[in-house]
T-cell receptor, first 111, second 118 residues
């Protein structure tokens, strides 16, 4: 079962930062936080993941609170192509472990 | 480029027939692959874990005799929907943990396969 809760939907103006929150209050010490997104009719796309420290890559930044009970995915300059459903998932190192998806957040980037 | 590839991307079959969907890992070996099903406007639901050289592990409520999974090699898993019915129409997605030159901490997903049973 999914261990995360996310808002159902969010809007963001094009060019502005999109901040997507995720609660994972039951996360255990060695579970990672992963973010994926799914554009309509496509497979999920990996965005970023982290354990304790904040992470940044070419797509996004991941901010994890000190108690690790919540995190925020930041898309620094949202474009129309960022419109998608964003999934926050917590899991151990995935080799041999399954990902259980919650309902995700449907992000709409508005021109 | 895609690191996990599915085929076919779309398939239409008649009710009562069987249809096979392939999932391949490109440039890396996958001893484990995962199969998901997604209905319109819903999230992905894990169906089963495909294990190379052994039986698949099915999630509760998923009929193993209806959704046959074969993981015959380190780069290929297949899902066969047997005696398909219209309610089996869905988007089927596979995934595999990245290994080798890819991050060992990331699961990669295929492009998905749309199944329509008429």
């Amino acid at each position: 079962d999914a261990k995360t809760t996310q808002p159902t939907s969010m809007d963001c103006a094009e060019g502005r930062a999109a901040n997507l929150p995720c609660n994972h209050s039951t996360i255990s010490g060695n579970e990672y936080v992963y973010w994926y997104r799914q554009i309509h009719s496509q497979g999920p796309q990996y965005i970023i993941h982290g354990l304790k420290n904040n992470e940044t890559n070419e797509m996004a930044s991941l901010i994890i609170t000190e108690d690790r009970k919540s995190s925020t995915l930041i898309l620094p300059h949202a474009t129309l192509r960022d419109t998608a459903v964003y999934y926050c998932i917590v899991n151990f190192n995935p080799t041999g472990n399954q990902f259980y998806f919650g309902t995700g957040t449907s992000l709409t980037v508005i021109p | 480029g895609a690191v996990v590839s599915q085929h076919p991307s779309r398939v239409i079959c008649k009710s009562g027939t069987s249809v096979k969907i392939e999932c391949r890992s490109l440039d890396f070996q996958a001893t484990t692959m995962f199969w998901y099903r997604q209905f319109p406007k819903q999230s992905l639901m894990l169906m089963a874990t495909s294990n190379e050289g052994s039986k698949a592990t099915y999630e509760q409520g998923v009929e193993k005799d209806k959704f046959l999974i074969n993981h015959a090699s380190l780069t290929l898993s297949t899902l066969t929907v047997t005696s398909a019915h219209p309610e089996d129409s869905s988007f089927y997605i596979c995934s595999a943990p990245g290994q080798g030159r890819l991050s060992g901490n990331t699961i990669y997903f295929g492009e998905g396969s749309w199944l329509t049973v008429v």
